[in-house]
């Protein structure tokens, strides 16, 4: 099956766009000599592994000398890896926080140092070192779940009622409870009237939340869940969980210990390939994919101008090939309200999976039933 890349596709879907930017040539003669340190949360995840080594490329590519470190998660380690950055005298950090609470100390250093530091995918929080933040609309990844949930049960009619549990993400990701919120705005008005119940009661996002996005924790979580509330048959008709990683934890807990005759709808964030086989296999019914090439191609035009001496605007998304937004209003990370550029993320399912090989993201394996990440992505 032959891959269409181009410099854009957009394509219409349930209320949202998938785009494939592959960013633009940049005379590497220009950026020679100049260095970024590009610091990711870990190395565990597709979500992350994907999006270092696109942004790695994508400046590298441009002449730009790149150190990229994971921290694995641990939030003393990263703040170690970026003094060490900071040492060695980059010209511009770009930090997907571990924490988004615990860097501030450290930028502080940067800041003093001329160093301009961008946020990544996570806002961080209580400095004013940041200069920008790059990510999706995170609201809409929750609210994009919420709808879905509406449609497949077909909330807006009927009379029946439905069992739902949430599954959110790290408290420490700023980004969680965005993604909480946005779901919950959207099904709030059918918990209120009982048209979904949650027979754990867990309605807040500090109860449900998952530390470390970690698949092992959202397991053990759900499990604890099943035995005390559904022992005895109940039907569980929705996990709504945040990302993928959590949907992989709920979906083994309910292969273990889930009594009910039926297999819930399942949600899910990111795209990761093992997700995308359980889509394909009825264990998870969506995810909401947020295209890697498209966050990084926004984010070098930012940094870019910023490496320039020149001060990124709103006058930028004009520029620019991809569906995205100029934010100053929403962001505030404690100390000041931050200028933000927010992409569109986008529903998958079983029956649109092609698009994400349109990308140029996925190809197809040999039996061309999954879809495998693409060796240069």
């Not at 979500?47 to 730009?64: I, M």
């Not at 394909?280 to 969506?286: H, S």
Request: aromatic share 8%; charged share 25%.
């Amino acid at each position: 099956m032959k891959r269409a890349i181009a410099m854009l596709m957009a394509v219409t879907l349930a209320g949202s766009v998938v785009s494939c930017g592959n960013g633009k040539k940049n005379d590497k003669n220009a950026n020679s000599g100049k260095s970024v340190g590009i610091a990711m949360p870990t190395s565990t995840l597709d979500r992350w592994n994907s999006d270092g080594k696109f942004l790695q490329y994508r400046f590298e590519s441009a002449g730009f000398d790149v150190d990229l470190i994971y921290s694995e998660n641990d939030a003393t380690r990263q703040n170690n890896d970026i003094l060490a950055m900071i040492n060695k005298g980059v010209d511009l950090l770009l930090i997907a926080a571990v924490d988004g609470t615990k860097l501030s100390g450290t930028l502080e250093t940067a800041k003093e140092k001329g160093i301009p530091v961008v946020a990544y995918d996570r806002l961080i929080m209580d400095t004013h070192a940041l200069t920008y933040y790059v990510s999706f609309d995170n609201r809409a990844v929750g609210r994009l779940q919420g709808e879905f949930v509406r449609d497949q049960l077909a909330l807006d009619s009927g009379s029946d009622s439905y069992n739902i549990e949430f599954v959110a993400g790290d408290p420490a990701d700023n980004n969680a409870k965005y993604f909480y919120d946005g779901a919950y705005d959207v099904l709030e008005p059918y918990i209120e009237s009982g048209r979904l119940v949650i027979p754990s009661g867990k309605d807040s996002f500090d109860q449900v939340a998952t530390p470390e996005w970690s698949m092992d924790k959202a397991k053990a979580n759900m499990k604890d869940t099943l035995a005390k509330y559904y022992s005895n048959g109940t039907q569980l008709d929705v996990v709504l969980c945040a990302n993928d990683s959590t949907a992989l934890g709920a979906a083994q807990a309910l292969n273990i210990v889930y009594n009910g005759k039926n297999y819930p709808i399942i949600t899910g964030q990111d795209g990761d390939v093992a997700n995308l086989k359980n889509i394909v296999d009825g264990k998870q019914a969506m995810t909401v994919y947020k295209n890697v090439r498209d966050e990084a191609s926004v984010t070098y035009e930012v940094c870019k101008m910023i490496l320039d001496g020149e001060i990124p605007t709103s006058k930028l998304v004009e520029k620019l090939p991809i569906d995205v937004s100029f934010d100053s209003e929403s962001y505030n990370n404690g100390v000041k309200y931050v200028q933000s550029y927010l992409l569109l993320p986008s529903v998958i399912t079983k029956d649109n999976m092609q698009l994400l090989v349109d990308c140029g993201l996925y190809e197809w394996d040999s039996a061309h039933k999954y879809l495998e990440l693409t060796k240069t992505s």
